[in-house]
C-alpha cells in the first residue's frame, strides 16, 4: 500500500488543501493529513477544533486519515512508514521554496516528495487569506470545501 504524508503546521481547510487531497487519492492508495503543532505558531483554531473539522470533511473517505503531530516532519514520516510526502504549491514562487523542503527532506529521510499545484482558479486562496477573512469576520464560505463546517 502506497501512503502519503501531507503535513502543515497549517490550517489546512481550504478549497485549495482539499483539492490537493483529492488529487493525491487518484494515485495514492492513503493520504495522512497531519496538522503541525508549532507552540510558537498562532492559530485562528486551537488543534482539536483543526483536527475536528478537517475529520469531519474525510468523514467518507476511509483513505484519507487526520492526526496531529509534534517532530520535524521527515521523523513524523518515518514514524508512520509514509512513502511519500505531499507539498502543495499555490504559484511558482512556492515551486522554488517547495523544491528545497523537498530535497533536505529527501536527504534527511530518503522519502521523496511530490509536489502538487493547486487547481489554477483556487491558486489565489491560502489558510493565511482564509484566517485573515475570519478575524474580520468576513463571509468565507466560498473559499471552504463543500460540506466543511466551521
Do not use: W
Amino acid at each position: 500500500m502506497r501512503r502519503a504524508l501531507f503535513p502543515g503546521t497549517f490550517d489546512p481547510f481550504t478549497i485549495g488543501h482539499y483539492s490537493i487531497v483529492r488529487r493525491a487519492l487518484t494515485f495514492i492508495d492513503e493520504v495522512v493529513v497531519a496538522i503541525g503543532i508549532n507552540e510558537n505558531k498562532q492559530s485562528y483554531f486551537p488543534v482539536a477544533k483543526r483536527l475536528e473539522m478537517i475529520e469531519n470533511l474525510y468523514a467518507n473517505e476511509p483513505r484519507v486519515r487526520v492526526v496531529a503531530y509534534d517532530s520535524l516532519t521527515v521523523d513524523f514520516a518515518k514514524e508512520i512508514d509514509v512513502q511519500l510526502i505531499i507539498r502543495g504549491i499555490r504559484t511558482v514562487k512556492d515551486f522554488e521554496y517547495e523544491e528545497t523542503i523537498a530535497d533536505i527532506n529527501r536527504r534527511l529521510s530518503g522519502i521523496e516528495t511530490i509536489l502538487l499545484f493547486t487547481e489554477p482558479e483556487l491558486s489565489c486562496i491560502s489558510s493565511t487569506i482564509v484566517r485573515e477573512l475570519l478575524t474580520y469576520n468576513k463571509d468565507i464560505s466560498q473559499f471552504l470545501p463543500e460540506g466543511m463546517k466551521l
